[in-house]
């Protein structure tokens, strides 16, 4: 995942939701590769990249803008989707909002996100 700093001194405060967004975005890719999905990551207004079960390389592309979509595969068909928006709270409601049917794999996800309120 990308965080971006500049030259100038950052905020302690935005470095700390960086990471949590970060752990929790990384958490939410685990468990939907462990459930058989492949994953693409469409930034922005940009067209999505091509679906991947490569963890290293869907962090790679996450947090370049300050919105992601996660679109979710099975067998190359689309089944679902992840809303990522990042630099709101924390960084603990980093996901916003997904499709129902990703609810069982996303269960231990949201609890872990909750302990960082």
């Known amino acids: 995942m990308t965080i971006i700093t500049t030259a100038h001194a950052v905020d302690p405060s ?15 890719i685990s468990a939907l590769l462990a459930a058989g999905y492949s994953l693409a990551v469409c930034q922005g207004d940009e067209d999505e990249l091509p679906d991947t079960r490569d963890k290293r ?22 089944v679902g989707w992840l809303y990522l928006v990042y630099g709101n709270d924390n960084g603990e409601t980093v996901i916003t909002d997904y499709t129902t049917n990703l609810e069982p794999h996303l269960q231990n996800v949201n609890a872990y996100a909750e302990t960082l309120v």
């Not at 935005?14 to 939410?28: C, D, G, L, N, P």
């Open 14 to 28: 935005v470095t700390r939701r960086q990471k949590i967004e970060s752990r929790i975005a990384s958490r939410a």
């Open 57 to 78: 390389d869907i962090m790679r592309d996450l947090g370049e803008c300050d919105e992601d979509r996660i679109i979710v595969y099975r067998d190359k068909t689309r």
